[in-house]
């Protein structure tokens, strides 16, 4: 019988095909095609398969069936000042989910600010990738309605809003979520509670306004002075919320529509001697680690089961041709931290 391979080196066909005394060709059977192999001779190559401690190579696997094994996600729409906060997180949970899937992650971008469908096309030309996972899909964005006409497999975190029909999407409940982030505050006690979003026409912000406007609407607090609106930067958003914080008073709250906003609120409250949660409740949104690492509360993402989600519409795409007949709606968590805390 033959010797294992060291430790160092991994098993190979050959190591596998010269324990058994069988050819290359009769082990490649056994693992592909086992019907074609005697049942003696099937077990016996199994046998030193297990033994060895073989593992079949993906990337041959992926040569026979011409694919790359691979997805491609782009980085650029993203902007290079929103990495951080739904992104990171995003781009982690699907390099974890991605063997599960059978496949990788490739990432790909450049030094512009939004999609270049040139990128794609280079991609997709060099086989280097399957299919693709969009992210932050807007009004007029040029990406799924190219891919779609190209025939090229790819599902959106988030909605394709200028095409209602297409439906190989997950997105989070963004009402459900600032809704929930409003009963919290009920709960706990906050009297006036405003709401610090982006501007109008943002559809992600938008949503997410909605379900503070529904809330507060429900317990009778609605107002329209309670909300002010910012761009996603820092310093903007600090200058949004010093009004907005004093229009809700001690004793108030406000709900922001990302965790970036909820931090200007936080440092507001800092500089002007107060506390938050004692004087002024905040809740963000995404559960990022920058909330986490403010004592924030904040609206989760559940970005494990949306990349899982995603991938499998992208394999089931490949496999059967065909997307799913409807997108996928998850709902957020709240994560309370002392920054609603009275």
Do not use: K
Request: hydrophobic share 40%.
């Amino acid at each position: 019988m033959a010797t294992p391979p060291s430790a160092r080196a991994r098993a190979t066909v050959n190591d596998v095909a010269l324990a058994a005394g069988v050819s290359r060709q009769t082990v490649s059977n056994a693992l592909m095609h086992p019907e074609r192999v005697r049942p003696q001779t099937l077990q016996r190559v199994h046998t030193e398969i297990e033994r060895l401690g073989y593992t079949p190579s993906t990337a041959a696997s992926s040569l026979r069936q011409q694919r790359a094994g691979a997805v491609g996600m782009e980085l650029t729409g993203q902007g290079a000042d929103t990495l951080s906060d739904a992104l990171a997180p995003f781009l982690v949970s699907l390099t974890i989910c991605a063997p599960r899937h059978e496949c990788h992650i490739v990432t790909f971008g450049s030094d512009g600010g939004g999609p270049v469908l040139e990128q794609y096309r280079e991609m997709w030309r060099s086989r280097l990738v399957d299919a693709f996972v969009l992210m932050d899909t807007h009004h007029d964005d040029p990406r799924p309605a190219w891919l779609t006409g190209h025939g090229i497999p790819f599902a959106s975190f988030g909605r394709v809003w200028d095409d209602p029909s297409f439906t190989a999407w997950a997105d989070v409940d963004g009402r459900a979520g600032t809704d929930a982030a409003v009963e919290h505050l009920v709960s706990r006690g906050y009297g006036p509670i405003g709401f610090l979003g982006w501007p109008a026409g943002s559809l992600v912000g938008d949503e997410r306004r909605q379900g503070w406007a529904d809330a507060t609407a429900r317990h009778d607090r609605s107002h329209a002075t309670l909300q002010a609106t910012t761009e996603q930067r820092f310093p903007d958003a600090v200058a949004a919320a010093g009004p907005l914080v004093e229009r809700v008073g001690r004793g108030g709250a406000v709900v922001c529509a990302s965790d970036m906003l909820a931090l200007a609120v936080h440092e507001v409250l800092l500089t002007r001697g107060m506390t938050p949660g004692r004087d002024v409740g905040i809740v963000g949104f995404d559960g990022s680690q920058s909330a986490r690492a403010h004592g924030l509360t904040s609206i989760a993402q559940p970005y494990r089961a949306i990349a899982d989600e995603l991938l499998t519409q992208v394999h089931d795409q490949l496999t059967t041709g065909r997307a799913h007949s409807t997108g996928s709606m998850l709902t957020p968590t709240l994560v309370a931290g002392s920054s609603s805390q009275p």
